[in-house]
């Protein structure tokens, strides 16, 4: 198994562009999360799904867009670049949610916005 | 989510057990207590979990205390590769403090 996946390692964006960070799980996991990591920071909550179809918001959802429609795939949506959205991103799957299962996590996506 | 506080550093020299606090005051009774680390450059990973009693693994050891509200987690023979941020994350592991940046000295 993969693991968690993510694309691209690196990206560097103009101030108003947009792109999309991609993650993908082949574990069959319900549950997916977006992370944010600010240098010296512990992680943020972005995003996190349930199941396909299903999305909610974490602590940070601002400036940032989800879907959720297969079970492998969950990417996340920056519209309009800022550059308080420079940050490493981190994508995580788990089985369940709550309080008993562990998250796996990909190796993350360094994003620079200038 | 509860909150945790944990140090922001600590030092272990090689070969000898380290002991990483977390303080959870504000667990709810049926959270699980999960510890993860990160290694430099890396996603964080999943160390060890537990609910009340004192849990082992290949990697390390978790003490919980009576009352819950706080937790231990041994690394019972530092290496260099032990070298990490570790965090404790009770709850749905939603929330991750700065944690603690283990230094291991050969």
């Known amino acids: 198994n993969a693991g968690v996946t993510q694309t691209p390692k690196f990206r560097i964006l103009k101030i108003g562009q947009s792109m999309t960070l991609q993650c993908a799980q082949d574990?069959?996991?319900?549950?997916m999360y977006w992370y944010r990591q600010d240098p010296g920071m512990g992680l943020k909550l972005i995003y996190y799904?349930?199941?396909?179809?299903?999305?909610d918001k974490g602590e940070v959802p601002n400036g940032y867009n989800v879907s959720r429609s297969t079970t492998e795939d969950f990417p996340l949506r920056l519209e309009l670049a800022a550059p308080s959205q420079t940050s490493v991103y981190f994508c995580?799957?788990?089985?369940?949610?709550?309080?008993?299962?562990?998250?796996?996590f990909g190796p993350g996506t360094r994003l620079t916005v200038l | 989510d509860a909150k945790t506080t944990q140090p922001n550093s600590m030092e272990s020299n090689e070969e000898e057990p380290v002991h990483l606090p977390c303080n959870h005051s504000?667990?709810?009774?049926?959270?699980?207590i999960h510890w993860y680390r990160q290694l430099p450059s890396q996603g964080p990973e999943y160390v060890i979990h537990?609910?009340?009693s004192n849990v082992n693994n290949r990697m390390a050891s978790l003490a919980i205390a009576e009352d819950r509200k706080s937790s231990t987690l041994i690394l019972h023979r530092a290496t260099l590769r032990d070298a990490a941020v570790y965090y404790c994350?009770?709850?749905?592991?939603?929330?991750f403090g700065t944690g603690t940046s283990l230094t291991v000295i050969p």
């Open positions: 537990g609910l009340t």
């Open positions: 995580a799957s788990s089985y369940g949610t709550g309080s008993y299962n562990e998250q796996f």
């Open positions: 799904s349930v199941g396909a179809g299903i999305t």
């Open positions: 574990m069959n996991h319900n549950y």
């Open positions: 994350s009770p709850g749905n592991q939603f929330y």
């Open positions: 504000t667990i709810s009774g049926t959270d699980y």
